[in-house]
C-alpha cells in the first residue's frame, strides 16, 4: 500500500463512495460493464454474431460470420475483465490469492442461468445475468446472515439450478413452437 500509484489506482477500481455508507466502487464497475455488455449485445453487428455464433456457430458461419474472430474475441474479453476483477480485489484487500475463484465455475454458470440465459445458447442478457449474479449472491449471504447452516448453501444452489434448467428447456420448447 506504499507503491507508487496505488492511492490513485484505489480510488479508481478498489475504494468506495458515498461517505456515510461506503458503497464499494465496485458497483459502479459493475453497472458500468453490464450497461456497456447490454448496449454491444442489442444495438451492435457483433451482439448480433455473438448470438448468432451462441446459437448455432455452423448457422452463423454460413452467413458470414467469423466465428472462430467471435469466439476468440468473447475469451478475451473474458480474460480482460476476470485480470480487471483481479485488480479490484487486490486493491480492496492490499493483497489476493492466486487461487480465488478456481473450481467456481459452476456456480458462475448458475447465476448465468438464474438470469435467464439459455443452457443451449443464442439467448440471454447481461443484465439477466447480472440479476442471476445478485440473487445468487444474496442466497449466498443470506444464508449466513439468516444463521442457518453454510451447507444449506449447496441445497439451495442445486434448487436453482434445477429452477433454471427447468425454465430454460420450458423457454426453448415455447419458442421451438412457435416457429
Not at 448496449?39 to 454474431?49: A, D, E, H, I, K
Not at 440473487?135 to 449447496?154: L, S
Request: aromatic residues 12%; hydrophobic residues 50%; charged residues 10%.
Amino acid at each position: 500500500d506504499t507503491a507508487a500509484g496505488y492511492d490513485s489506482a484505489n480510488k479508481i477500481f478498489g475504494g468506495s463512495f458515498w461517505s456515510p455508507h461506503d458503497f464499494r466502487i465496485t458497483v459502479l464497475w459493475w453497472l458500468a460493464i453490464t450497461v456497456l455488455a447490454t448496449w454491444v449485445l442489442s444495438r451492435t453487428r457483433l451482439g448480433n454474431w455473438i448470438f448468432g455464433v451462441g446459437g448455432d456457430a455452423n448457422a452463423a458461419r454460413n452467413v458470414g460470420v467469423p466465428v472462430a474472430r467471435v469466439k476468440v474475441g468473447l475469451f478475451m474479453t473474458t480474460s480482460f475483465v476476470a485480470g480487471l476483477t483481479g485488480i479490484m480485489i487486490a486493491l480492496r484487500l492490499a493483497s489476493t490469492q492466486a487461487g480465488q475463484g478456481v473450481g467456481d465455475e459452476f456456480q458462475y454458470i448458475i447465476a448465468a442461468v438464474v438470469g435467464g440465459c439459455l443452457l443451449t445458447g443464442g439467448y440471454g442478457s447481461a443484465v439477466g445475468a447480472g440479476i442471476g449474479a445478485l440473487i445468487f449472491g444474496m442466497v449466498n449471504q443470506g444464508i449466513v446472515y439468516a444463521g442457518w447452516n453454510p451447507n444449506w448453501f449447496q441445497f439451495f444452489v442445486g434448487a436453482l439450478l434445477l429452477g433454471a434448467i427447468l425454465l430454460n428447456t420450458y423457454i426453448r420448447r415455447r419458442a421451438e413452437a412457435s416457429i
